[in-house]
């Protein structure tokens, strides 16, 4: 049975400490979801997990091996990573850079096989983006470079599959095709940690979430981790969770932030009492993905 850990973990950058004694764990078929306000850590701690930074202290292992000892031929195989933003090098084609997350299964001797190019094109389709396949890669829109950044971590068939914001910069349609696949990659067995700045996310597709903040870190369920309190506590704004019942897939809960000022003596309750006439095809209540 498949456990990515982190056991201990402080990292920063030179002498400044960024996050201190992490721990979690997750497993195959899990999706952990961190929240947190910018600049708290989040893509700190990716990149400890990925190797490209060394933790001060603490443990980073899959299924018990410590992944400091692995090559980075080896890290490429297991754990797949989709970054915030990328800046393309070159004017490749899209079906090259879907084909490069092929590379740490291919001998560095050999040229990409038919099977490999076949599994980026089916990435390609599996994400509604083959229309891209001969386009340049530094002709094609920043949202759909983050498509195709999720079509080649896909291509490299991880283990565990780290997200930095794949949905950042995405249209509605593609923000909700991707919690789709990252909900059906779960449903396959991998493991997926992602950020989001949305902590609807983390009740369409997570196991579990951790959220980050500068005093504290939490992880726990969705339904335990996510409540209008800690949202406070964290981005020191008032939200509102509600919950939906008509969809066949069962509960659904959203978040909402009060965006409007209280009139004097308009407590929670009372913005609470007026929302309660909306509609709910009016409020931003999340979908099922
Ligand atoms: N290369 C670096 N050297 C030194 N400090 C860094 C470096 N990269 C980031 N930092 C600092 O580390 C802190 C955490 O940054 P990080 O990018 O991990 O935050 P984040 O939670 O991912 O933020 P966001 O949500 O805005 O993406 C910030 O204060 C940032 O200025």
Redesign the pocket.
Known sequence: MREFALDGVTC???D?T?LSDVSFSIGAGEALCLL??????????FRSMLGFLKPFSGKITLDGDDISTWSSRTLAQKIGYVP?NHTPPFAYPVIDVVTMGRLSRISPIASPSNRDTDKAYECLERLGISHLADKLYTQISGGERQMVLIARSLAQEPEVLVM??PTASLDYGNQVRVLRQISQLVKEGISVIM?T?FPDHAFLCATKVGL?TREWVRFGTPDEVVTEDSLKETYGVDVRIVKEHTCKCGTLKGCIPIVEFAAAGDGADGIRDRMRGIPSSQKHVAVCA
Do not use: C, M, W
């Open positions: 920063g950058y030179k400044t960024i947190g306000p910018n600049g708290v850590g989040k893509t700190t701690l915030q930095d914001e950020t700045h980050i």
